[in-house]
């Protein structure tokens, strides 16, 4: 996992036992780089199968979540 102190992220990692002691190292992480722009052009198609020609909408409005939110 990682941790936040004084504004910077590290990774954790745990070595040793019980008997010798164990040993926390704390690795700072490389900072996350949001991307720019923050948005993506995915082609959508939507498909209307009904029994008459004429679709219900002139056009639709995708939104998609990174991990169901």
Not at 1 to 17: D, E, F, H, M, R
Not at 42 to 49: E, R
């Amino acid at each position: 996992y990682a941790i936040q102190l004084v504004g910077k992220w590290y990774g954790v990692s745990y070595t040793g036992n019980m008997k010798d002691g164990f040993t926390i190292t704390n690795k700072e992480k490389a900072p996350w780089t949001p991307m720019i722009p923050p948005t993506r052009n995915i082609k959508v198609t939507k498909n209307w199968k009904l029994l008459t020609a004429e679709k219900p909408v002139d056009k639709i409005e995708v939104e998609l979540y990174k991990d169901g939110v």
